[in-house]
């Protein structure tokens, strides 16, 4: 008598298209997690940054007080400072009729991949050392 034929396992070109499929899968994911992953990495600089130049305007807040700065005094507060912080004053700037002079500030704190963080305030203060 004839022994019938036995399915025993999966022949070769069944592995070979379930690997395929299965490799086709990892890699679109390995896509999406590495974008989520550098977005991630990006977010937490960009946090790091912001938090730098929030640190410098505190700096600077608190030598405003009570007359303001003039913009050498600013600008030698913030040369005082240091680390990647860069900054911009522009100067004398009068808000509203009836409101005291002082200087507009932006701070920018580069961060990953030719990014920069971004703030600006005024300042109060005159030319008058």
Known sequence: MRRALQNDGFTLIEVLVAMVILGIMIVAFMNVFGTAFTNIFLSGQRDHAFAQASEVL????????????????????????????????????????????????????????????????????????
């Open 58 to 129: 505190e700096v600077v807040y608190d030598a405003q007080r009570p007359a303001g700065l003039s913009h050498s005094a600013l600008s030698t507060l913030l040369n005082s400072i240091g680390g990647n912080v860069q900054y911009d004053i522009v100067s004398p700037i009068t808000p509203m009729t009836g409101m005291s002079e002082g200087h507009k500030l932006t701070i920018r704190v580069p961060y990953g991949f030719g990014r920069t963080a971004i703030l600006e305030t005024f300042v109060r203060g005159d030319d008058n050392d």
